[in-house]
């Protein structure tokens, strides 16, 4: 299984969307899981994964969820000798037991062309970083459904921590909660 995973914040609240799919190829998710982190770190620069591990780790407890790997929407490495991101983070934190792989919308320092690729007509790369090989996850991530810079199942992961924290603030305005 495979997940691709995603956060929204608002205030001091995460709304995590993961959905789940058996092989790069594929269209639709088999399965969708959201769930919410309260009191979550505040942005840290620097340190971006303090505040969404937590969060990453959660839908995956609260789901029971085992995935043989884990797409983030980051990076495993910084940079090219390695200095961990929240992908890294990811991937020790859960003992290696899931590959992890980090795609990124905007280069991040030392973050060379080597990590880029382009989808569909975009001129704007996405950049991948992977705790097994770069070269594959490249490949996985090229080959993914959808025609557009973004493959279909990661904007889905998107679009789904959108509407779970926008459906959750309309029910806590409705009901006072």
Same mark, same amino acid.
């Given at each position: 299984?495979?997940?691709?995973?995603? +956060?929204?914040?608002?205030?001091?609240?995460?709304?995590?969307?993961?959905?789940?799919?058996?092989?790069?190829?594929?269209? $639709?998710?088999?399965?969708?899981? %959201? /769930? +919410?982190?309260?009191?979550?770190?505040? !942005?840290?620069?620097?340190?971006?994964?303090?505040?969404?591990?937590? #969060?990453?780790?959660?839908?995956?407890?609260?789901?029971?969820?085992? *995935?043989?790997?884990? =797409?983030? &929407?980051?990076?495993? !490495?910084?940079?090219?000798?390695?200095?961990?991101?929240?992908?890294?983070?990811?991937? &020790?934190?859960?003992?290696?037991?899931? @590959? =992890? =792989?980090?795609?990124?919308?905007? *280069?991040?320092?030392?973050?060379?062309?080597?990590?880029?690729? !382009?989808?569909?007509?975009?001129?704007? *790369?996405?950049? +991948?970083? $992977? /705790?097994?090989? /770069?070269? =594959?996850?490249?490949?996985?991530?090229?080959?993914?459904?959808?025609?557009?810079?973004?493959? %279909?199942?990661?904007?889905?992961?998107?679009?789904? #921590?959108?509407?779970?924290?926008? @459906?959750?603030?309309?029910?806590?305005?409705?009901?006072?909660?």
């Amino acid at each position: 299984m495979i997940v691709a995973i995603d +956060v929204q914040y608002t205030n001091d609240k995460a709304f995590v969307a993961c959905v789940a799919f058996n092989n790069w190829q594929a269209e $639709s998710p088999f399965k969708e899981y %959201t /769930t +919410v982190v309260n009191q979550i770190e505040e !942005y840290e620069p620097g340190a971006f994964y303090k505040r969404e591990l937590p #969060c990453i780790l959660k839908v995956l407890s609260d789901h029971a969820l085992k *995935p043989d790997t884990i =797409v983030v &929407d980051g990076y495993v !490495y910084l940079d090219a000798h390695q200095k961990p991101g929240l992908g890294k983070h990811v991937f &020790d934190a859960l003992h290696g037991e899931s @590959s =992890v =792989v980090g795609v990124a919308k905007k *280069p991040f320092l030392d973050i060379g062309d080597e990590h880029a690729i !382009y989808r569909g007509e975009s001129i704007k *790369p996405l950049y +991948v970083t $992977s /705790t097994e090989s /770069t070269q =594959v996850a490249k490949q996985h991530i090229l080959h993914m459904h959808g025609k557009h810079r973004i493959p %279909t199942l990661l904007k889905r992961a998107d679009q789904l #921590c959108r509407e779970f924290a926008k @459906s959750s603030q309309h029910l806590s305005e409705e009901f006072n909660i």
